[in-house]
């Protein structure tokens, strides 16, 4: 199972915490995610399922590189990381 | 009168309460989170729009009771994949202005970039108004302040009838919909823009018109201030009227039009556009009783030596009466007036910058 954890900047907003999941991509972990929180869809992602501007998502350390399919690959035991970037704000 | 304020500013909604002739602070929230409109329905419910940094746009209700809930916010539709050149983003930038629909639970949402939303239920479900969005036209439409993104900056619907409906677009003119908004024509006609080439100017398609402000009591009776210079109209929008008499200065962002004097509106000006200040450091209202013909300029209670507040569009509020006006600036500055904006009074605040003021009761 994938950890997925979440900036301390969203629980201002809703309640947002870590979550095993199981998934191939990151898509698929973020799906996973939202099936038991939907209202955190919109914070990370816009309308068409990219991610946010000045949203930010690291595995194990690195940022993924596909923002708009989100097709990073994703495994058992890896630390997926979801926070706001240094930039708008 | 009305006796709240609601004020959208860059760091928080903040409700101002009037007791005996005095305004206060009297209640805030989402405070360090840029708050983009702000509305007060008739039903008694206040609805803040955040335009979060990091995480979007959202939609906060405060019900009767006082609790406030997060509501749904517009949602654009899947992108079809034959609108490769759309140069306008198919997400949710801001929504920029909220107004009731005239009928029970309906709102209208003027976003960035450009979509125009409709809830029924009081926020809790949006529809794209896709009749609209799906406009050929719609990819003319310019962007604000140099920006990419279009955006519907006022919805003004006919108090006698809810399936009557103008917007204002910067930058993209007046469009109207008499159907409920199952179909749009862009009507104005007699405005010029000054920075566009000269086979343009004329264009209705290219005239930004910042606000649009109707009068209750007439509402084919419609003011708007443009990018250079204020306009009337008496036929809802169709053709409009340049109000040359406009002083100190042409440029400006906001008007309020007078719930049942049509003759009567108010003006922020300022210096034009590469500048965006007031006139000589001095803020002033700019209040026109007789349908434009003439313009006082008033001052009393206003900062008249190194004053550098910028009154954005929907910054300037007047009451149903007409005789209580409010207006905050980009340097959080707040004015209320309980005299038709003859004399002005600043409330015990220093506010963060200011986007949206509503009058409402409590």
Known sequence: MAKVSFTPALQRFLSAPAVEVKAAT????LAAVFTSKPALRGYLLDDQGALRRHVVVYVNGWPVKDRTGLSDPVSARDEIYVFQALTGG | MVDRLHVGTRKGWFELARRGGDWEVSDCRFLGDPVSAVLADSDGAVYAALDLGHFGAKLWRRDRSGAWSECAVPVFPPKPADTGDDPHPWSLGKIWVLEPGGIPGRLWAGTMPGGLFRSDDGGRSWSLVETLWRMPERRQWAGVAGGEQPGINSVLVDPRNPQDIRIGVSTAGVWASTDGGASWRIINRGMYAEYMPPERREDPIVQDVHRLASCAARPEVVWCQHHNGVFRSEDAGATWRELAAIRPSKFGFAVAAHPRDPDTAWFVPAIKDERRIPVDGRLVVAR?????????VLTEGLPQRHAYDLVWRHALAVDPSGEQLAFGS??????????GGKSWTMPDARLPPIAAVRFAQA
């Open chain 1, 26 to 29: 990151l898509g698929e972990a």
């Open chain 2, 288 to 296: 026109t009783r007789d349908a434009g013909r003439s313009f006082e």
């Open chain 2, 330 to 339: 980009t340097t959080g500055g707040l004015w209320i007036s309980g005299d």
